[in-house]
């Protein structure tokens, strides 16, 4: 197995940005069949709305992330984005009122910030799960989708 450190891109967006490890494998035995199986939910980050990965700025699918996943051999009907709008990112604000977590530091993801994003999520990976015929859902998140999903 061999180690590198940096940055692993995927178009624009940096999926990594420490050391990863990787198995190289003979061109023979990975094929895109391969990546077809495998069931994705993107986790848009914080104030992002699922259009961001869809159809960005409006400017077309040929331009979102998605197709590029799709480009690269991953099965559309195994993406999945988190269904959810920009104005909901107001829920965060219910973070205030998680009395005392909120002002003692101790809120937790599941708590009234982000719980609506965090059962939404898992509804989301079951969903995938379900869909794939019970494969290992790969999360692709971006910025606060990232704390989240973990």
């Given at each position: 197995?061999?180690?590198i450190t940096g940055l692993l891109l995927l178009g624009p967006f940096i999926l990594s940005a420490s050391s990863f490890s990787f198995s190289p494998q003979p061109a023979s035995k990975k094929t895109e069949s391969d990546l077809s199986k495998i069931p994705?939910?993107?986790?848009?980050?914080?104030?992002?709305d699922a259009i961001d990965?869809?159809?960005?700025?409006?400017?077309?699918e040929e331009y979102s992330f998605v197709n590029a996943l799709i480009k690269r051999g991953f099965n559309p009907d195994l993406?999945?984005?988190l269904p959810l709008k920009r104005y909901e990112w107001i829920r965060v604000?219910?973070?205030l009122f998680d009395i005392p977590n909120f002002y003692t530091m101790t809120c937790t993801p599941e708590g009234l910030g982000y719980g609506w994003y965090i059962k939404r999520l898992r509804r989301t990976i079951e969903e995938m799960h379900?869909?794939?015929?019970?494969?290992r859902c790969l999360l692709l998140s971006h910025s606060?989708?990232?704390?989240?999903a973990r």
């Open positions: 197995m061999k180690s994705i939910v993107i986790c848009p980050g914080f104030g992002n990965y869809l159809n960005p700025l409006d400017q077309g993406i999945q984005v604000a219910g973070g379900q869909k794939s015929g019970g494969e606060a989708g990232g704390w989240l």
